[in-house]
């Protein structure tokens, strides 16, 4: 099963996707995580690219294309080897996240969007996305007060951040077969208690 974690900034899924395949793992499954952008050696080489403040100049066209080449390194040479294994795949974002910033986000056209995500990623969309709501003020709050380091899409004006909140908030109730939405202003514990029961319930059927 390939199992992805989408929100806005500062929603948490970082922080919960471990703790998550942790539980799995001790439930006998076979699990792997892994993160957008990133995960293999080339896409962690476009993740500092995309993430550096140094590069605050970057059209929105480059950043598409960039995270669609990232991907599409993740989809070969991780994601597709172990879903072939029988292995669950935890992704903390995935191609719905270009949808989100980009395409509601920056005003591209979703339905050219889809297309293109479907060349990088050889049309692999995942069996459930865990969507982890929580408002861009938050979110934004979040991330400056965690200490973590802020980059080049989280210094994007709030306004943008909202867009892209909505944008989620849109996609889930498109796709309500798919997406299970969680609400991330709960206290961590009780988020990863949702995401545990929600996931169990998932690979039960």
Same mark, same amino acid.
């Given at each position: 099963?390939?199992?992805?974690?989408?929100?806005?900034?500062?929603?948490?899924?970082?922080?919960?996707?471990?703790?998550?395949?942790?539980?799995?793992?001790? @439930?006998?499954?076979?699990?792997?995580?892994?993160?957008?952008?990133?995960?293999?050696?080339?896409? *962690? @080489?476009?993740?500092?690219?995309?993430?550096?403040?140094? *590069?605050?100049?970057?059209?929105?066209?480059?950043?598409?294309?960039?995270?669609?080449?990232?991907?599409?390194?993740?989809?070969?040479?991780?994601?597709?080897?172990?879903?072939?294994?029988?292995?669950?795949?935890?992704?903390?974002?995935?191609a719905d996240s270009t949808?989100?910033?980009?395409?509601?986000?920056?005003?591209?056209?979703?339905?050219?969007?889809?297309?293109?995500? *479907?060349?990088?990623?050889?049309?692999?969309?995942?069996?459930?996305?865990?969507?982890?709501?929580?408002?861009?003020?938050?979110?934004?709050?979040?991330?400056?007060?965690?200490?973590?380091?802020?980059?080049?899409?989280?210094?994007?004006?709030?306004?943008?951040?909202?867009?892209?909140?909505?944008?989620?908030?849109?996609?889930?109730a498109q796709q309500p077969?798919?997406?299970?939405?969680?609400?991330?202003?709960?206290?961590?514990?009780?988020?990863? @208690?949702?995401?545990?029961?929600?996931?169990?319930?998932?690979?039960?059927?």
């Open positions: 099963m390939f199992i992805t974690l989408e929100g806005p900034d500062g929603s948490g899924k970082s922080s919960q996707i471990e703790p998550l395949a942790e539980y799995l793992r001790q @439930q006998g499954f076979s699990v792997i995580t892994t993160r957008e952008p990133g995960g293999t050696s080339i896409s *962690n @080489q476009v993740r500092d690219v995309l993430k550096s403040m140094e *590069n605050k100049s970057m059209h929105p066209r480059t950043e598409i294309l960039l995270f669609c080449a990232a991907r599409a390194q993740l989809v070969e040479e991780v994601i597709c080897p172990a879903l072939e294994k029988g292995m669950i795949v935890l992704s903390d974002r995935y949808l989100a910033y980009q395409g509601y986000g920056h005003g591209y056209d979703l339905d050219f969007l889809r297309s293109l995500l *479907n060349f990088a990623t050889g049309g692999l969309w995942p069996d459930l996305t865990l969507y982890l709501d929580v408002d861009a003020e938050t979110g934004l709050n979040r991330r400056k007060s965690g200490g973590g380091e802020w980059n080049r899409l989280d210094d994007y004006a709030l306004a943008f951040h909202r867009r892209v909140r909505q944008g989620y908030v849109e996609l889930a077969q798919r997406w299970v939405t969680v609400d991330a202003g709960q206290p961590m514990q009780v988020v990863q @208690q949702e995401l545990r029961r929600i996931v169990t319930q998932r690979l039960k059927k």
